[in-house]
């Protein structure tokens, strides 16, 4: 006899209904009903610029990341999960929409900002029909007030935050938004350091969980840790202008790096506030939390990213697409359905998030999306089907990367030669097989002309 949480999910995108064991005569249990499984909530928390080797769970040794070690031993630590650029804006948007920069919207950070069209569907627009309350409290990244593209008119009931990277890259604003109100932070005016924002943050996605409402959620924290010039001079607990190293003040680095580091140890509190918040409110039973990062480590505001190894064993950082660049860690787990203690090296990409939130709220994605539904692999009952996997990038002239089972092909400033890789035996990138595999670089290289331009993003030579 199957037990309550015994469900599939069915190749057309929807929860089966499970049959639910009964403790009743044999005649009961044939008249008794079935019964849905619960929709999950669903808690996306996002990193910026956090890198493959910067947890202490996926390798680092100096960084103290205790709440989210312990959120990946309670469910799955994914070693092969991508982002969907190596920067922050096309990324964001293949984590909304379900589209590979390919065919995404925006494809690049620029500047006056690309927002995501009227009529694009996006996670929380989807989920918010579907009867989830909605929230995104931290970087939006994907539009604003001047093309009409702002998270309340995407599907977030509540917003609060940044809404383009330019914004965001001071952790300490003079102002932030509240919805589409501009609330004035006067501490942090005249270059003073008070406010700590992603702070603010976390308060409110606390208080959104707090919050007495019986509909299923959808909660994106996208935090701005630890992004360039968050970790300078940073978190200031009791209004001070000098900087709070947390437990690294007493160690002999340089100032960056132990502000570095102070941040992330920082989200990770947060991160276990948040956990702590669930279980208090009776949350967190069913809900899925996915962590992850927007894309790879930086080296901006003078930090060094070999000091802590933040790419861990890849080549390559933000900006790159090589693994470094793109690999990103990823955590999720779900109390009543998914399995603790799991390391899984299947491979998955940000424009999944889409289908499979679709999948487990028990409603239809778009049609021609990019993504496929991992809730099978998510729950243990199967691996999803896909041709490959592509991204493309627009800095430093047209770059891309196409992944087909363990090859990988790039085509990578600053020489653009085609780098054919085997991941299974090169992980690093260190081996370019490009001379010895002629069949397999012309097989991934008209995966590259599986795309669509963009006006917003014209190709452009190097």
Known sequence: ?????????????????????FLATPALARSAPAQPAPRPNILLILADDLGYGDLGCYGQKRIQTPHIDRLA??????????????????????????????????RGNKKPEVGLKPSEITVASLLKQAGYRTALFGKWGLGGPGNGSVPTARGFDH????????????????????????????????????????????????????????????????TTIPHANN?????????????????????????????FAATITRLDTQVGQLVDTLKAQGLYENTLILFSSDNGPHREGNHDVNFFSSSGPLRGLKRD??????????????????????????????????????????VNAPPNLDGVSIAPLLLGQGKPQRSHF???????????AV?????????????????????????????N??????????????????????????????
């Open 433 to 462: 097989l490009a001379a010895q595999y002629p069949k397999i670089v012309a097989e991934l290289e008209k995966l590259f002309r599986q795309r669509t331009d963009s006006p917003d993003f014209p190709v452009r030579p190097a």
């Open 1 to 21: 006899m199957e037990n309550e949480w015994s469900n599939v999910t069915s190749s057309a995108g929807h929860l089966k209904v499970s049959r639910r064991a």
């Open 321 to 362: 697409l090589y693994e470094g660049g793109i690999r990103v860690p990823m955590i999720a787990t779900w109390k009543a359905r998914i399995a603790p203690q799991q390391v899984i090296d299947t491979p998955w990409a940000f424009w999944d998030f889409l289908p499979t939130a679709a999948a487990l709220a028990g």
């Open 390 to 400: 592509y991204w493309e990038f627009h800095e430093r002239g047209f770059q891309q």
């Open 73 to 106: 031993a309670s469910g799955i630590r994914f070693t092969q999960a991508y982002a969907g650029s190596t920067v922050c804006a096309p990324s964001r948007c293949c984590l909304m929409t379900g589209l590979h920069t390919g065919h995404a919207t925006v």
């Open 403 to 431: 992944r087909r089972g363990d090859w990988k092909l790039v085509r990578q400033a600053p020489k653009f030669e085609l780098e054919l890789f085997n991941l299974a035996e090169d992980v690093g990138e260190t081996r």
């Open 159 to 222: 917003f609060f935050g940044f809404y383009d990277q330019q914004h965001a890259h001071n952790s300490y604003p003079g102002h932030i938004w509240d919805g589409t109100v501009e609330k004035q932070l006067p501490e942090n005016w005249f270059n003073r350091k008070k406010t700590f924002v992603p702070d603010l943050f976390a308060a409110r996605a606390i208080e959104f969980l707090k919050a007495p409402d019986p509909r299923p959620f959808f909660l994106y924290f996208a």
């Open 231 to 259: 970790e300078l001079g940073a978190i200031q607990p009791n209004g001070m202008d000098s900087p709070d190293d947390g437990p690294y003040a007493s160690e002999n680095w340089p100032a960056v790096e132990k502000s």
